[in-house]
């Protein structure tokens, strides 16, 4: 590794480690949640988060736009919700008696785009937002107008409400780097939170990057080099989980369709960015370990066969991470 990629990379670690200090004082209990949005981020991409209301969603989006310098916005989704109302729409204006369209942006038009509960809105509105974040621009009446720089979605899903909603494709899911599932903190984290939260005054999040930073960082993370090893890791695992090329017997029984290539993609850019979280300068096979859940979680799929058995996703994913020693 070049001298300048190494100083670079402890210098960004620094201030990996400011930014989580400044999240922890207003996020408790969720350390693995906010790794992988930090994660997520630092690698360019966009995250899905699972968990039911009330764990502090909201509230991380909230925090990580003030402490990385982002313009955040927020959608709430529901099934009346229309393209135009997340896109932007144009309107006629009159002035001096001529008349002309004049393009109003909508929310989608910020650096850091919370998606409230997704998957309420119809799957026409899915695809509107969807398309913006793998293109980074909107098409309005022809006209196309480009996003703010760097563009982030972190959509949210209620696992347990079914009702009423419009699960993504599975195309569109693959739209998403990881899945962080939110669970509930523990007793001592859910303590500290209730003091925190429930008395005179707050702690309230700081700047500690700037958008340009951040977009600085992810340009960074691209250059740390990958040693033969975690690609040859990533590779088996990705293909592992393929019913068409597993070694494991269970998968090809039990998995409908596995990870695409953009799985491996996934993997490789988030193994550089949890290592450089950690403070090394390189990824390790420990880092595609902890990182399988997230990438391929959302990109696999049980059959029927595999339902019916009572099998569980994340134990396949388990197999294949024990395979990779």
Same mark, same amino acid.
């Given at each position: 590794?070049?001298?300048?990629?190494?100083?670079?990379?402890?210098?960004?670690?620094?201030?990996?480690?400011?930014?989580?200090?400044?999240?922890?004082?207003?996020?408790?209990?969720?350390?693995?949640?906010?790794?992988?949005?930090?994660?997520?981020?630092?690698?360019?991409?966009?995250?899905?988060?699972?968990?039911?209301?009330?764990?502090?969603?909201?509230?991380?989006?909230?925090?990580?736009?003030?402490?990385?310098?982002?313009?955040?916005?927020?959608?709430?989704?529901?099934?009346?919700?229309?393209?135009?109302?997340?896109?932007?729409?144009?309107?006629?204006?009159?002035?001096?008696?001529?008349?002309?369209?004049?393009?109003?942006?909508?929310?989608?038009?910020?650096?850091?785009?919370?998606?409230?509960?997704?998957?309420?809105?119809?799957?026409?509105?899915?695809?509107?937002?969807?398309?913006?974040?793998?293109?980074?621009?909107?098409?309005?009446?022809?006209?196309?107008?480009?996003?703010?720089?760097?563009?982030?979605?972190?959509?949210?899903?209620?696992?347990?409400?079914?009702?009423?909603?419009?699960? *993504?494709?599975? !195309?569109?899911?693959? /739209?998403? $780097? +990881? @899945?962080?599932?939110?669970?509930?903190?523990?007793? &001592?984290?859910?303590?500290?939170?209730?003091?925190?939260?429930?008395?005179?005054?707050?702690?309230?999040?700081?700047?500690?990057?700037?958008?340009?930073?951040?977009?600085?960082?992810?340009?960074?993370?691209?250059?740390?080099?990958?040693?033969?090893?975690?690609?040859?890791?990533?590779?088996?695992?990705?293909?592992?989980?393929?019913?068409?090329?597993?070694?494991?017997?269970?998968?090809?029984?039990?998995?409908?369709?596995?990870?695409?290539?953009?799985?491996?993609?996934? *993997?490789?850019? !988030?193994?550089?960015? /949890?290592? $450089? +979280? @950690?403070?090394?300068?390189?990824?390790?096979?420990? &880092?595609?370990?902890?990182?399988?859940?997230?990438?391929?979680?959302?990109?696999?799929?049980?059959?029927?066969?595999?339902?019916?058995?009572?099998?569980?996703?994340?134990?396949?994913?388990?197999?294949?991470?024990?395979?990779?020693?």
């Amino acid at each position: 590794m070049q001298a300048d990629i190494v100083s670079e990379v402890e210098g960004l670690s620094a201030r990996v480690g400011a930014i989580r200090a400044a999240v922890g004082r207003t996020i408790f209990g969720q350390d693995d949640v906010v790794d992988q949005t930090l994660i997520t981020l630092l690698s360019g991409g966009h995250a899905l988060l699972v968990g039911v209301p009330g764990l502090g969603k909201s509230r991380l989006v909230e925090t990580l736009g003030i402490v990385l310098g982002l313009g955040t916005k927020r959608i709430q989704f529901t099934p009346d919700l229309m393209p135009a109302d997340i896109t932007g729409s144009e309107v006629l204006d009159e002035t001096d008696g001529r008349r002309s369209f004049r393009f109003v942006p909508g929310p989608v038009f910020c650096q850091l785009l919370m998606a409230d509960e997704i998957n309420r809105a119809s799957p026409r509105t899915q695809s509107a937002l969807l398309q913006s974040m793998q293109e980074q621009r909107v098409a309005v009446a022809g006209v196309e107008h480009v996003l703010p720089r760097p563009f982030h979605v972190l959509a949210t899903q209620n696992p347990i409400e079914q009702e009423g909603t419009y699960p *993504l494709p599975e !195309a569109q899911l693959d /739209r998403f $780097l +990881l @899945q962080i599932d939110v669970g509930y903190p523990a007793l &001592d984290a859910e303590r500290t939170m209730l003091l925190a939260t429930t008395g005179a005054a707050e702690a309230a999040p700081v700047a500690t990057l700037t958008a340009g930073e951040l977009m600085a960082a992810q340009a960074l993370i691209r250059r740390v080099p990958v040693g033969e090893s975690v690609v040859d890791a990533i590779l088996a695992l990705v293909r592992g989980g393929r019913p068409e090329t597993a070694a494991d017997a269970g998968i090809g029984k039990h998995v409908a369709w596995g990870p695409g290539p953009r799985a491996a993609q996934a *993997l490789m850019l !988030a193994s550089r960015a /949890r290592a $450089l +979280l @950690q403070g090394r300068l390189a990824p390790s096979i420990d &880092d595609v370990a902890a990182l399988a859940g997230p990438v391929l979680r959302h990109r696999m799929a049980l059959n029927f066969a595999a339902r019916a058995e009572g099998v569980v996703l994340d134990e396949l994913i388990g197999r294949l991470v024990e395979r990779l020693g």
